[in-house]
């Protein structure tokens, strides 16, 4: 049956039978009483138009729900400069933080983004999915912002448009990565340890591990312990849940032996190992210090992790910086590999090494 809205236009001259229908511009046009192209000026804003001709066709264009088609209009006025934004798991803090920080990047050089993202569950078909999507999408200009991608996928998407990958430190032919240095990350770790004299440290991580950075991070962490003649206790988790870590943390601290120091593969994991030591009243950091690695879960100061902070910030200018000049016409002379290390952020989880007798 149909109703009249606030406007006192019938419903059904606006939807018909089907109420999921597309509003169009003659919706508008109906409803505000005036011509096509009087609706298409106004939303434009043009000095063409008089103001209160503007508001009456703004409200009429919120009254019907009309919103417009960005892509046809740019393609039209062939002045597109929208840059595409994959990223793959916004609840965790670093991606989020990313987001945000890609956002004002954009926001300060006038560049319109599209973003997506699939969720925490790593998922490579679906990532691919996503991303010709948004290739399809009549972006210009493409940033990749996820440790799980394929590299080749990526590679055969850059034929079809610029891409710039975003905090994974991976050099791939023809593109233009900024990335968190890892490597550097993985080491100052382990320094801020030995520095406050652990030696024997227990490395908590998953196996399979499917973030590229993550893996990189861990390997060199293990390489300098190696380098310093450091202990390493390897704990591989089957997916780093928490009933899993208090069952690979509890026969690690028993009379004797215990680690002074553990080194967790990320901010998340290395929560859930304080929340087991303070269930098991081991007190951090006079029994044994703890380290994480991201920076960007809001709280750690309450909390009191400790950890590697990621350059996210610097990343995502970087990163959109690329993706302005390259949607420009700049094109990049060689493949180009920038990395940015991290900083250590002391929230009073690390202290001297526990003497265990």
Request: one cysteine or more.
């Amino acid at each position: 049956m149909s109703g009249l809205n606030q406007r006192g236009v019938a419903e059904s001259s606006i939807h018909g039978d089907k109420p999921w229908r597309r509003a169009t511009i003659i919706d508008v046009a109906k409803a505000a009483n005036v011509s096509k192209s009087t609706v298409s000026l106004a939303l434009q804003g043009s000095t063409l138009i008089l103001p209160e001709t503007i508001d009456r066709v703004n409200e009429a264009a919120r009254e019907v729900g009309y919103v417009r088609n960005e892509s046809a209009r740019k393609l039209a006025s062939k002045a597109q400069r929208t840059l595409g934004f994959f990223v793959r798991d916004v609840y965790e803090p670093v991606y989020g933080a990313m987001h945000r920080a890609v956002q004002a990047a954009c926001d300060a050089r006038g560049i319109e983004l599209l973003s997506t993202t699939i969720g925490a569950k790593t998922d490579p078909e679906r990532e691919l999915q996503s991303l010709q999507k948004l290739v399809g999408s009549g972006i210009s200009a493409l940033i990749v912002g996820s440790g799980t991608n394929n590299p080749e996928d990526l590679k055969r998407l850059g034929r079809l448009l610029p891409i710039v990958i975003a905090g994974r430190p991976q050099r791939v032919d023809g593109l233009i990565s900024v990335g968190n240095d890892e490597e550097t990350n993985g080491r100052t770790a382990v320094d801020i340890l030995a520095g406050q004299g652990h030696r024997r440290i227990l490395l908590l991580r998953v196996a399979h591990e499917g973030s590229y950075s993550i893996a990189l991070r861990l390997s060199a962490a293990r390489e300098r312990m190696r380098e310093l003649g450091l202990e390493l206790v390897d704990l591989e988790l089957p997916t780093g849940q928490l009933n899993e870590i208090g069952e690979a943390l509890g026969p690690q601290f028993g009379p004797v032996e215990r680690p002074t120091a553990i080194l967790c593969r990320s901010d998340a994991m290395a929560m859930d190992a304080l929340r087991w030591l303070r269930a098991n009243s081991i007190r951090s950091p006079r029994d044994v210090s703890v380290i994480g690695f991201g920076g960007w879960t809001l709280g750690l100061d309450l909390i009191g992790l400790s950890t590697v902070e990621l350059a996210v910030d610097l990343v995502a200018e970087e990163a959109v910086y690329w993706g302005d000049r390259l949607m420009r016409g700049t094109t990049a002379e060689s493949t180009l590999l920038s990395l940015i290390p991290g900083k250590y952020q002391e929230n009073g989880s690390i202290g001297p090494a526990a003497v265990h007798e």
